[in-house]
């Protein structure tokens, strides 16, 4: 489900970038596959992939497809590995090296995301960052992919979420206010449309998971 992230992943002998969701994604993941993935941080990925995050919403796209010139050598030595820990290790090392070439991530878009996390709305932060709400709405895209407005409504139900997990039985009501909503119809309506499923089957099925756990 969207969270404003954007992130790295080998899978089936590739490096992919999973770009940035505005809706529920279902990836065919063959069973037995490997997985091993990577988080940017936010502000992070733009400038280490060389690509506005605005062309990868919805997208899984090959690292190469982006251009980096490193691709190759990078999937022919996790590749070699010798079993999924080994890959592991070496993703990690691989990441650390290419790393230490890079930019720091953008300080405004570390901003923008913890005061979206925070449900605080990006625009009050405008003037700390000297900057105008045109080009806010640009670094947004640049950055999330989206603007501030989505980023907003996408950690909002990241909220939703993590009170699920933590909540047990709390009252729809009550999940409402707490994660920032107006009210539980404004939930059900947001949550319906970036997961597909209503808040009351999620807080369902994530109790049931810590139940079996």
Do not use: N
């Not at 502000?43 to 995050?53: E, M």
């Not at 090392?93 to 070439?101: H, S, V, Y």
């Not at 950055?143 to 709390?170: N, P, V």
Request: glycine share 6%.
């Amino acid at each position: 489900v969207p969270d404003g992230y954007c992130d790295l992943l080998w899978i089936d002998g590739r490096l992919v970038v999973a770009g940035p969701d505005r809706t529920a994604s279902f990836p065919v993941i063959r069973p037995g596959a490997t997985v091993i993935g990577a988080r940017f941080a936010p502000g992070a990925a733009a400038p280490w992939l060389k690509t506005s995050l605005s062309a990868l919403v919805g997208c899984s796209v090959p690292l190469a497809d982006i251009g980096r010139k490193d691709t190759a050598e990078f999937e022919a030595r996790l590749a070699d590995c010798p079993d999924p820990s080994a890959a592991r290790a070496l993703f990690s090392r691989l990441l650390e090296e290419t790393a230490r070439d890079e930019e720091e991530p953008a300080r405004d878009a570390a901003m923008i995301f913890a005061a979206a996390d925070s449900s605080r709305p990006a625009s009050s932060l405008l003037e700390h960052l000297g900057m105008s709400e045109r080009q806010l709405r640009r670094r947004c895209h640049h950055h999330f992919g989206y603007g501030a407005k989505t980023l907003e409504r996408i950690r909002r139900f990241q909220r939703f979420l993590d009170l699920c997990h933590r909540s047990g039985a709390m009252p729809l009501a009550r999940l409402a206010l707490e994660a920032g909503f107006a009210d539980q119809p404004h939930m059900t309506r947001e949550v319906g449309e970036l997961s597909t499923l209503t808040p009351a089957v999620i807080l369902d099925q994530l109790s049931i998971r810590q139940r079996a756990d």
